[in-house]
């Protein structure tokens, strides 16, 4: 079977190398992948909100599965144009997607559902808002309704700054729709953690638990970012914790949004704080994570075909995942200056002889060939991920790794796991 990538990030790369492993893949396509995707499939340039053009090129390779990587083309309704079609698609349709398209309709869902989130108000005026915030406490919580490249949540100190990001939203228009409405909600504290699972509208299979950085510098400093690292599994979460997780919030939101006449078929991923009182929802995302998932998928023994179809056809019941007990971590090499401004096309040294260390994949994230040589072409270029038998083995296999590989104003963290090892 051939199978077609969408996106070009390395999420994608991981998704699209899993696949590959897959006995039932002949041929792996992607759209528009990257220069590390282009060595174990063929990529192009279709533009991903374009369902028609997309679905034309599924029929035209004879593709037998399509895989939806970003959020953009879930929300614009690629699956649903694939579905009309009777093409194969793995991914939510716009009505599922929604659960991360909006947060206002996540937060119906989860109250109506009785699933554990922080409390929210919704606004659409700026006055209103603003008289709102001058009635709880500090630290303020602000977030942009609709999508907004992970820049639509503002975590403000202070009175000013909390208005500051209403009026951005409300006012300016800086995220255009996506900021019309914004919710204002309640500070919670704690270790976050991701929980991803396959669902095929009715069953829910987990993944491993996993770990992401969200700020640029060591020890939590500076801007958050799309993510800096990860690691799976996580520690601090034991058995009884996860199941906890999956009864009362996945579970919950699959059977909630059922009973809403919503199917929702692809990857759930919660984004949870781990609170004094219990696992709280921070947010729903509606694919694989970034850099989660460079982390999770190194440990799954199984075929990820298995479940990717199963879902497709609206059937997981049955299926199982297997999982490696090694641990993986996964560095970031960033783009100095990113997740600000940063300069890109710097050649990237070191690839092939950083590729022979025992236990370690590089997924490529930003980068794209020239002349027969990889340079870098966006602000996260690549991702390390390293098995290890411990946190302390993959550590150093991933910080090994990245002694050999280097461009220009190459940035990273060198705390990814680093909890995770001393415990
Ligand atoms: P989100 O995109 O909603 O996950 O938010 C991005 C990041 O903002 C999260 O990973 C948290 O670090 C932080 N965040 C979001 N909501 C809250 C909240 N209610 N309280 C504290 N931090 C939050
Ligand atoms: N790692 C956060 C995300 O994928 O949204």
Not at 95 to 104: H, P, W
Not at 370 to 399: H, M, P, W
Request: aromatic letters at 8%; proline letters at 4%.
């Amino acid at each position: 079977m051939r199978v077609l990538v969408i996106g070009g990030g390395g999420r994608e790369h991981a998704l699209a190398w899993k696949i590959n492993q897959s006995p039932m893949v002949g041929g792996v396509f992607c759209i528009p992948g990257n220069g590390g995707i282009a060595e174990i499939a063929q990529c192009l340039r279709i533009d991903q909100s374009n369902s028609n053009a997309l679905a034309d090129f599924a029929v035209e390779k004879s593709i037998g599965l399509t895989v939806i990587g970003p959020e953009a083309p879930l929300v614009a309704g690629v699956a649903d144009a694939f579905a009309k079609r009777g093409l194969k698609v793995f991914g939510p349709n716009r009505k599922a997607a929604q659960l991360e398209g909006s947060k206002i309709f996540a937060k119906y869902i989860m109250n109506k559902y009785g699933i554990p989130t922080a409390r929210a108000e919704l606004f659409a005026d700026y006055n209103e808002a603003a008289s709102y915030l001058e009635s709880v406490d500090a630290p303020y919580v602000v977030k942009a309704d609709g999508l907004a490249a992970g820049k639509g949540v503002f975590i403000a100190k202070s009175l000013e700054e909390a208005k500051d990001a209403i009026r951005g939203c409300l006012v300016e228009g800086k995220f255009g729709s996506a900021g019309q409405r914004v919710i204002i909600e309640e500070y919670l504290d704690g270790p976050e953690l991701s929980v991803l699972a396959f669902s095929d509208g009715k069953n829910v299979l987990p993944m491993v638990p996993a770990q992401d950085y969200k700020r640029a510098y060591d020890n939590d400093a500076g801007l958050n970012t799309g993510g800096m690292g990860s690691y799976s599994p996580v520690p601090i979460v034991d058995p009884a914790l996860y199941d906890e997780i999956v009864e009362m919030v996945l579970r919950p939101t699959i059977n909630g949004l059922a009973s809403e006449g919503i199917e929702y078929r692809g990857i759930i991923y919660a984004g949870l704080m781990l609170t004094k009182s219990g696992p709280k929802v921070l947010e729903f995302n509606a694919r694989f994570g970034d850099p989660e998932t460079q982390a999770i998928l190194p440990r799954l023994e199984s075929d990820i075909l298995e479940p990717m179809l199963a879902v497709a056809d609206g059937d997981l019941s049955g299926v199982e995942l297997k999982w490696k007990s090694d641990v993986c971590t996964t560095v970031v090499l960033a783009s100095g200056g990113y997740p600000g401004d940063y300069a890109t096309g710097f050649e990237i040294a070191g690839l092939e002889e950083a590729a022979s260390i025992d236990g370690v994949t590089i997924f490529h994230a930003g980068t794209r060939g020239s002349n027969g040589k990889i340079v870098t072409s966006g602000g996260r270029v690549l991702n390390v991920s390293a098995l290890g038998e411990d946190f302390s083995q993959a550590r150093e296999r991933a910080y090994a790794v990245i002694g050999k590989v280097h461009f220009e104003n190459m940035h990273f963290r060198k705390d990814i796991a680093l909890r995770a090892a001393s415990r």
